[in-house]
């Protein structure tokens, strides 16, 4: 005999753009989902079908917006939106807790010298947004990446 029945559904959309110099991608998934379960967590009858939403961590919205402009033949500069909307969090015994949605804005430029040689630098969470994805794992707030980068 099943335990319970789960029943999952989405849908997500992505389109792009590009016109000369400047390319705009963006995307933006919905997910829901219930289960139907006659018993509890530990096997027993509840008496009545009950239904509840169980997709813990996974953000019934989310979109992420890409602008980048190649500005000249050598420089290219982007910037990007990512957010995620409120999730819950199972905890084992307990009610679920909300995780809080957010939004993050990071920002990415390249400087090509030639074909073999560029120069790049990264910057993720400009804001200094602190956000968990998992409850009690802190996520990164703002950090960077810089380098050189060559091709043989």
Do not use: C, W
């Not at 006659?38 to 979109?63: C, E, Q, V, W």
């Not at 992420?64 to 939106?81: D, H, R, Y």
Request: hydrophobic content about 35%; overall charge positive.
């Amino acid at each position: 005999m099943n335990a319970s029945k789960q029943k999952n559904y989405g849908a997500e959309v992505e389109a792009g753009y590009t016109a000369g110099k400047l390319s705009i991608t963006a995307n933006y998934t919905f997910t829901d989902g219930e289960t139907t379960s006659a018993f509890d967590g530990t096997g027993s009858p509840i008496g009545k079908d009950t239904t509840y939403y169980n997709l813990y961590r996974i953000p019934k919205h989310a979109m992420n917006l890409n602008i980048g402009v190649q500005a000249t033949q050598a420089l290219f500069v982007s910037a990007q939106l990512k957010t995620v909307s409120k999730r819950e969090e199972y905890i084992y015994a307990g009610s679920p807790e909300i995780l809080k949605g957010y939004a993050t804005i990071d920002l990415y430029a390249e400087y090509k010298f030639s074909g073999l040689f560029k120069a790049f630098l990264d910057l993720k969470n400009i804001t200094d947004k602190e956000y968990f994805d998992i409850r009690g794992y802190n996520s990164r707030k703002f950090n960077f990446t810089a380098g050189l980068s060559f091709q043989l």
